[in-house]
T-cell receptor, first 115, second 112 residues
Framework: ETGVTQTPRHLVMGMTNKKSLKCEQH?????MYWYKQSAKKPLELMFV???????ENNSVPSRFSPECPNSSHLFLHLHTLQPEDSALYLC??????????????FGPGTRLLVL | EDQVTQSPEALRLQEGESSSLNCSYT??????LFWYRQDPGKGPEFLFT?????EEKEKERLKATLTKKESFLHITAPKPEDSATYLC?????????????WGLGTSLAVNP
């Protein structure tokens, strides 16, 4: 595997279910991100982890719970979601914050549908 | 307030018909401007990073340029496989340096 991978690629869940999204990066980066992408809206940053430490929580509801066990893996735990949470969830990673090396590289995304 | 505006919202070209996409930005000190390409149902694919006014970068039929208030993505003799949504994002010096401000994108369709 190369780059950033995400599983599952598609997920349908009811509002009472609990599920998890997984992201893995094979680029040797130290920072990882969760984004939400909805139609007609710009990408919304949800969480940022830098060297396994959460450095950004962009006012995300508690029904979304991130976990970063190491610099290569990132999870997003989902519970009691709402239909408006249906979207494409994207994971990204980036190298250390030095000028010229901060480009974010994205995974293919998980298309989530909440019924 | 930092913001990014992309125009046009949608663009339809004939194969071989060159054009430009615009990304206008207001940010308190530009650290970097990023262009990505996104195909339907997939994650954004990195194209270019620009750091200072006057900088230009090229990749195949694409050329990105940067001024102090906007960036252009020039597409020369496009092919149908260039059809995608092109996203622009900026990174500011102030505040959280890892947070990007994103535009809504330009949806490009190239007809054969």
């Amino acid at each position: 595997e190369t780059g950033v991978t995400q599983t599952p690629r598609h997920l349908v869940m009811g509002m009472t279910n609990k599920k998890s999204l997984k992201c893995e990066q094979h680029l040797g980066h130290n920072a990882m991100y969760w984004y939400k992408q909805s139609a007609k809206k710009p990408l919304e940053l949800m969480f940022v982890y830098n060297f396994k430490e959460q450095t950004e929580n962009n006012s995300v509801p508690s029904r979304f719970s991130p976990e970063c066990p190491n610099s290569s893996h990132l999870f997003l735990h989902l519970h009691t979601l709402q239909p408006e949470d249906s979207a494409l969830y994207l994971c990204a990673s980036s190298p250390p914050g030095l000028a010229g090396e901060e480009t974010q590289y994205f995974g293919p995304g998980t298309r989530l549908l909440v019924l | 307030e930092d913001q990014v505006t992309q125009s046009p919202e949608a663009l339809r070209l004939q194969e071989g018909e060159s054009s430009s996409l615009n990304c206008s930005y207001t940010v308190s000190g530009l650290r970097g401007l990023f262009w990505y390409r996104q195909d339907p149902g997939k994650g954004p694919e990195f194209l270019f990073t620009l750091y200072s006014a006057g900088e230009e970068k090229e990749k195949e039929r694409l050329k990105a340029t940067l001024t102090k208030k906007e960036s252009f993505l020039h597409i020369t003799a496009p092919k149908p496989e260039d059809s995608a949504t092109y996203l622009c994002a900026v990174q500011a010096h102030a505040g959280n340096n890892r947070k990007l401000i994103w535009g809504l994108g330009t949806s490009l369709a190239v007809n054969p």
